[in-house]
């Protein structure tokens, strides 16, 4: 009996803190959901912007380094 309360018992944990997760779960309203969303946004931008100023630094150096072969 002790082999299936030590299979049963983190399976029962985890369905309690799921339940007890989707009870404070609550739908963003409009305000929420423009913030959340503007936020994520800027954020793809950010890190678009960040890559591409990589990739422009790093072209010129690896055109160095491999003409140079």
């Known amino acids: 009996m002790d082999a299936i309360d030590s299979v049963v018992d983190p399976i029962r944990e985890f369905a309690k803190d799921s339940v007890r997760l989707v009870k ?3 739908k963003p309203d409009q305000k ?4 959340v969303a503007s936020r994520t946004a ?8 960040v890559g591409f100023f990589v990739k422009l630094i790093f072209i010129p ?7 140079a072969s």
């Open 42 to 49: 800027i954020g793809f931008v950010v890190m678009g912007f």
């Open 32 to 35: 929420e959901f423009t913030k």
């Open 24 to 26: 404070r779960c609550h």
């Open 61 to 67: 150096i690896n055109n160095i380094i491999v003409g």
